[in-house]
């Protein structure tokens, strides 16, 4: 069974840091994209940030290039998401997705929220 589960979120600071982790079962974990989206309030789901099978490449919103860092450690059959230098505008519900036989899986969901 494939499933993707979130963890790491919670409340900080701006200026702060936080990682997040996507745990993966039911699949390899090597093989496949694996991507980091977010959705604040009243926005649309935004890609942040993914990782290419076998780590050949990696991917970052403009609005998160030099503060988050994404990658894979396959022992462990997890990805994560550094975030540094967090601010007010990246509070949301972050997500990890993978593409299965044509197939989007999500994970729940992980609440990030940037606040003094």
């Known amino acids: 069974q494939l499933q993707l589960v979130e963890s790491g979120g919670g409340l900080v600071q701006p200026g702060g840091s936080l990682r997040l982790s996507c745990a993966a079962s039911?699949?390899?974990?090597?093989?496949?994209?694996i991507g980091w989206f977010r959705q604040a309030p009243g926005k649309e789901r935004e890609g942040v940030s993914c990782?290419?099978?076998?780590?050949?490449?990696?991917y970052y919103a403009d609005s998160v290039k030099g503060r988050f860092t994404i990658s894979r450690d396959s022992a462990k059959s997890t990805v994560y998401l550094q975030m540094n230098n967090l601010k007010p505008e990246d509070t949301a519900v972050y997500y990890c997705?993978?593409?299965?036989?044509?197939?989007?899986?999500w994970g729940q969901g992980t609440q990030v929220t940037v606040s003094s």
């Open positions: 039911g699949f390899t974990l090597d093989y496949y994209a």
């Open positions: 997705n993978v593409r299965f036989r044509s197939v989007d899986f």
């Open positions: 990782i290419s099978s076998l780590d050949a490449n990696t």
